[in-house]
């Protein structure tokens, strides 16, 4: 069985342009810091936000830094916790590479002005030793992206908001020249005002593909873009299938949208996930019950929703025993939100559900952040390096991020990067275009993501979901705007998660099958993904 065909998106008129030596499609720490390296070696780059420059996933990360700080740690223990987490599909050389440069990385960020915390250093899942640097306590994706953010205004590198990435301009010879983008029109129809950006290097660091789910910890904006984009434009992607997910994502009835993020920490304190009847849901499952690890409470919560006989959206976590004066002082946070949606955890227990958090692959790409297509360059959630493999080991994506930008930026030291001129200099040629989907499909196909293709899988839910994605119904005819390039995209991914996940009959890493519940020796491999005309086309390639 094949994925889905790929829908491309109508063709537009291009009404502006512009020319950089690199354009950097995204804000987060992998953007930013590729944009400042970049411009350190002379190179005139265009950031594009697509909203406002604080927008994303990193202003939002509430773990740290993962780095070897201490002489009781090593390099070896960093990279042994990092393989183990990846279940057999990380790649070695990458995750050495992540390791090496991690303290380097961190104390470049200080010299920029980060403030981390002082004291000691913090211990998360999966780490044999401590080595979490934190700032601001569970704020250290804020401090990293204002730290960034001041260095880019700075330095005075062009952003230009409220302009989102379109699909990539190849040269004859098959090498990027530029970038189509669009500003986004006023509301409510939010038509996309497209131009051309000629660029020789354009940097995908657009973050991954949350709002593929009903239920996501990612903010609205993180549709895909970046990806879709890529595979549109020829790239390889690999690892999609591998989508790490929160156990206790506030669950809403109805909203689209970024969820709130109901702390581990309540279920430390003594909150207890329970179903629809009360009874305890993780009670039997595993010796740690209720603080088991992520992918095992989230597997375990998918499972009684699908299986109960209560709603299979939601379940609860009850914090009632912890009494309103312990709420209100010790998670103050967690209280207000929900006490602003009319919810009071201190006489009712909150409604949860698991959320998509993280995409641990992506389009194919080396630690430099080259991919197959050449001039096109991925970086930070949106790359798959093979560092994270089939799951992803807690704060290693920020460091990531943040090495990988830098040393994307460092190839404009010599003339790899930029190709032979300060812009792209080829013939233009777009990809093909399309009718686009239709933006009213967006909720009903993230509801059949979160069903079939979330923390549990099986070939007939896949299958069905595979099926709905087909009949997905076109745009309608019009101007290109912001909905139909979302929904769009947002039909890409979920199509190639999807189908991959159909193709991998094992259970790995965060890749779960209900109907093939074991770990298969033979699946130690990568499955890979690209277009041929117009076709998701996968291969099953040994890891290297």
């Not at 599909?89 to 002005?113: N, W």
């Not at 010796?287 to 299979?312: C, E, F, I, K, N």
């Not at 117009?534 to 390639?541: K, M, Q, S």
Request: glycine share 14%; proline share 5%.
């Amino acid at each position: 069985m094949n994925p889905s065909r790929l829908r491309y998106l109508p063709k537009s008129d291009v009404r502006w342009t512009r020319e950089a030596d690199v354009v950097i499609v995204g804000t987060g720490a992998a953007g930013l810091s590729a944009a400042l390296t970049a411009n350190a070696w002379g190179r005139r780059v265009i950031i594009l936000c697509k909203g406002g420059p604080g927008g994303g996933s990193t202003p939002l990360a509430q773990g740290g830094l993962a780095a070897v700080m201490d002489r009781e740690d090593s390099f070896d223990l960093h990279v042994a916790d990092t393989l183990v987490a990846g279940a057999g599909l990380g790649q070695e050389s990458a995750v050495s590479a992540l390791v090496s440069a991690a303290p380097g990385a961190i104390g470049a960020l200080a010299q920029l002005g980060a403030r981390f915390d002082e004291g000691r250093l913090g211990l998360e899942g999966g780490h044999s030793h401590r080595r979490i640097v934190h700032a601001g306590g569970d704020a250290s994706g804020a401090e990293v992206h204002r730290t960034l953010l001041r260095a880019v205004v700075d330095a005075n590198i062009e952003m230009l908001e409220e302009t989102v990435a379109i699909d990539a301009l190849l040269g004859d010879d098959g090498r990027v020249v530029g970038l189509l983008a669009g500003r986004v029109g006023q509301a409510p129809e939010k038509v996309l005002h497209v131009g051309m950006i000629r660029a020789a290097t354009v940097v995908l660091a657009s973050g991954g593909f949350g709002q593929a789910y009903a239920t996501t910890s990612n903010p609205v904006e993180v549709t895909g873009d970046g990806l879709a984009l890529a595979v549109r434009a020829g790239a390889k992607l690999t690892d999609v299938e591998f989508v790490q997910f929160h156990p206790t994502v506030l669950f809403q009835s109805g909203r689209r949208g970024q969820c709130p993020l109901v702390t581990e920490a309540l279920r430390g304190a003594g909150g207890v996930i329970i179903d629809a009847h009360g009874n305890s849901v993780m009670a039997g499952q595993h010796p740690l019950a209720d603080l088991a690890p992520r992918d095992v409470v989230a597997a375990t919560m998918q499972r009684a929703m699908v299986l109960g006989d209560g709603p299979s959206t939601n379940l609860w976590l009850d914090v009632r025993a912890l009494g309103a004066s312990r709420l209100e002082h010790d998670f103050p946070t967690v209280t207000s939100i929900c006490r602003s949606l009319g919810i009071d955890p201190a006489t009712e227990p909150i409604p949860v559900a698991p959320g998509a958090h993280y995409a641990c692959g992506g389009v194919w790409a080396d630690m430099d952040g080259r991919t197959t297509v050449r001039g096109l360059y991925a970086i930070g959630e949106v790359a798959s390096t093979g560092v994270h493999g089939a799951n992803r080991l807690a704060s290693n994506s920020l460091t990531e991020a943040l090495i990988m930008g830098r040393r994307m930026g460092q190839l404009f030291e010599s003339t790899e990067a930029g190709g032979a001129g300060p812009a792209g200099t080829g013939h233009a040629i777009p990809v093909p275009a399309g009718a686009g989907v239709e933006p009213r499909e967006r909720d009903g196909l993230a509801a059949e993501m979160s069903l079939n293709a979330g923390v549990l899988r099986n070939q007939e839910g896949l299958e069905h979901l595979l099926g709905r994605l087909e009949e997905a119904s076109d745009a309608p005819t019009g101007p290109l705007d912001l909905e139909t390039l979302e929904a769009t995209n947002l039909h890409a991914v979920s199509a190639l998660v999807a189908g991959a996940a159909w193709l991998r009959t094992e259970s790995r890493g965060c890749h779960r099958r209900s109907d093939f519940p074991e770990t298969s020796p033979q699946w130690a491999q990568r499955i890979e993904l690209r277009v041929a005309d117009g076709e998701v086309v996968a291969r099953v390639g040994a890891l290297v």
